[in-house]
């Protein structure tokens, strides 16, 4: 078992009427950690736009090469994944630390129901170091400050920002949130996000009745954003080829890889 910082225990927590984005992704994924809110929205969601779940395991997916190009091309050993949601397979410390056991990693995530899974997501190797943060992503000072125990920001770090930014609804507010994270980063750190699209040409537009159901029933509600609007997150850094492309088609493995409405981007701080 790694090194890692375990939240305190607290009461068990009561269920909920309302479905929450973590729990319905991991419904998505296959995972068992949901309520059955949760389920009945996200079933709903996929029978408005069934290729919901193919958007979900693509992010995944996308996470496990990101991660593993960074660990292993790269030589990162620091990784702060914001908006971790709720542990499945090929967590971000999983992947990292395969391939690096000696790698740190913070998974943050604003969703009450996560702390009472983290012990199963701390789990790490002996070498690295795990921890979990209970911090919402719009207040970096609190995000960055507890993930201090666990990582040296003298040293370059993967902001991880994957499926969390369009729970941002104001842009200014989100690109600002990522413009103070990077600028608490050295150089050498890299920025790896995946962001929702209603651009047409990735099939985008078809997302709106299932984006409209879910934020009349579920939480927190989601803004997609263009092409232009993912690429200006990246605005100071140096985009990893192909930039950003629809999250399946980064640096995809062998085979054609299905094109879907969810942006995927990895950048360097210079």
């Known amino acids: 078992m790694g090194e890692s910082h375990t939240p305190p225990r607290g009461p068990a ?32 969601i996929a029978s408005i736009l069934p290729v919901v779940r193919d958007i979900a395991r693509a992010d995944r997916e996308f996470l496990v090469r990101a991660v593993t190009y960074l ?11 914001l ?26 995530d604003n969703d009450p129901v996560v702390p009472t899974h983290a012990r199963s997501l701390l789990a790490g190797t002996g070498e690295g170091a795990t921890d979990y943060v209970e911090a919402d992503v719009r207040d970096p000072d609190v995000v960055l400050g507890q993930a201090a125990r666990t990582l040296d920001f003298d040293r370059p770090v993967a902001v991880m920002m994957l499926g969390v930014l369009h ?21 050498g750190s890299f920025l790896v996000l995946t962001h929702p699209t209603h651009d047409a040409e990735v099939g985008g537009a078809s997302q709106l009745p299932a984006r409209e159901f879910w934020n009349e029933n579920a939480t927190p ?26 999250c399946s088609r980064w640096r995809p493995r062998a085979g054609s890889a299905p094109v879907v409405p969810q942006y995927g981007a990895v950048a360097v701080k210079p």
């Open 167 to 187: 729970f941002v609804p104001v842009t200014g507010q989100a690109r600002g949130t990522v413009r103070r994270i990077m600028e608490r980063v050295p150089s």
């Open 83 to 108: 908006g971790a949601g709720l542990p499945t397979a090929d967590n971000t410390h999983e992947v990292a630390q395969r391939i690096a056991p000696a790698s740190r990693v913070v998974h943050v």
């Open 221 to 246: 509600s989601i803004t997609a954003r263009s092409a232009g609007d993912v690429a200006a997150f990246l605005e100071g850094l140096h985009p990893v080829e192909p930039g950003p492309v629809p």
């Open 71 to 81: 660990a292993g091309e790269r030589g990162v050993r620091q990784f702060l994944d």
């Open 13 to 44: 927590r009561p269920d909920t009427p309302v479905a929450h984005n973590a729990r319905v992704w991991n419904h998505w994924v296959g995972g068992e950690d949901t309520y059955e809110v949760d389920r009945r929205v996200g079933d709903r």
